[in-house]
């Protein structure tokens, strides 16, 4: 962000800015929890060095993709990152248990491995080998990953996986993608959380490289988690058409594509009838968003609008429990939810919560 931007949002002159910024002067008390709201970093940060930030890990992201971040763009990643923490926060404050999960890799067969994930993956979330996914969200969460989708102005990004030093796994989705696409890119990010935490960092394109085995990894545990092989299978002898084929991917929650994709590998169709298949599409008022059903539609574009924001019904409930046990404030509680403090309780009703008397 250009330092003019700093000084208009922050009221400080730039000679000050540049003074703070070159060490020639200490911040104040005042300054330094403007820095903290505007940049979202705890206020520890700007007076210790002990403090883990993903700092590291967003420097790495910006010299490998930077090109592909606008502006806007790596200002949510910015608040995505607060807000991962903020629920970390919340958990540790809490004592929120979560299940912990590992993979059994052997060899060096990706497919295989992501495969294999999937299965053992429903097998510890205690789903039967052909149940339906309708929230990956809520089961992914149940794992202690943080989850948050936001719009980002780059459409060729699907999502970022980011191993941050003090929340731990990070996954962000881009909103901006369509709702059944979001539900796959969603499970292709737990992917890399599961088998590739150690790389810190990862952001998957919607044209990915096909000779990348650790995006071919992460498919294949999307496609198998979501898209049960049992569940496929009890169609073995079904005539593939386009109603068959649109009522289960509403069914699945998923697009065609990716179904018609693990119906070839299932090896209940060939080449010829999948190229057929592709043609068909499932139209927009078939696909409902598994985080806003049952609203009305006032509710639905006010929780939409919070939702793309990183907002969940999960995000808000898991803080507000923190401040209800009183190990937060309700002023800690507005900026954790990123409002100001006199619009916390209008906020809060839309969730069926409030603030305590006292407040």
Request: charged share 25%; net charge negative.
């Amino acid at each position: 962000m250009e330092a003019v931007e700093v000084c208009r949002n922050l009221g400080i002159t730039a000679l000050r800015l540049n003074a703070l910024e070159g060490g020639e002067v200490l911040p104040t008390g005042d300054e330094i929890l403007m820095f903290s709201d505007f940049y979202k970093q705890d206020y520890q940060f700007f007076i210790t060095n002990e403090y883990k930030t993903a700092i590291e890990q967003v420097q790495i992201l910006y010299r490998k993709h930077g090109t592909d971040f606008s502006k806007n763009d790596r200002w949510a990643v910015q608040e995505f990152l607060y807000l991962c923490e903020c629920e970390q926060l919340a958990y540790e404050l809490c004592d929120t248990p979560h299940d912990n999960f590992e993979p059994i890799i052997t060899g060096n067969y990706f497919i295989g491995h992501g495969i294999d994930g999937a299965k053992r993956l429903r097998l510890h979330l205690g789903l039967q080998t052909n149940a339906l996914i309708k929230d990956p969200y809520t089961l992914f969460r149940k794992l202690g990953i943080h989850i948050f989708r936001r719009k980002l102005e780059n459409s060729s990004i699907s999502g970022l996986f980011i191993m941050h030093p003090k929340a731990g796994k990070c996954i962000l989705v881009n909103y901006n993608e369509d709702i059944f696409r979001q539900n796959f890119t969603v499970a292709h990010e737990v992917g890399h959380a599961i088998f590739d935490s150690g790389q810190e960092i990862n952001v998957s394109f919607e044209n990915w490289d096909k000779s990348d085995l650790k995006e071919k990894r992460a498919n294949y545990f999307a496609s198998n988690f979501l898209i049960p092989q049992e569940e496929l299978l009890k169609r073995s002898k079904i005539s593939w058409n386009k109603d068959v084929l649109l009522n289960l991917a509403v069914q699945l929650r998923v697009n065609t594509q990716p179904l018609i994709i693990a119906l070839k590998n299932a090896k209940l169709i060939d080449d010829k009838k999948a190229q057929e298949l592709f043609t068909y599409k499932l139209p927009v008022d078939h696909k409902i968003d598994p985080e806003l059903t049952g609203l009305s539609e006032k509710r639905y574009l006010v929780k939409k609008d919070l939702l793309e924001r990183g907002l969940s019904n999960h995000y808000l409930v898991t803080c507000h429990k923190a401040y209800e046990n009183g190990v937060i404030s309700a002023q800690r509680l507005s900026e954790m939810l990123l409002v100001k403090e006199d619009e916390l309780t209008a906020l809060l009703s839309l969730y069926n919560l409030s603030l305590s008397y006292e407040d």
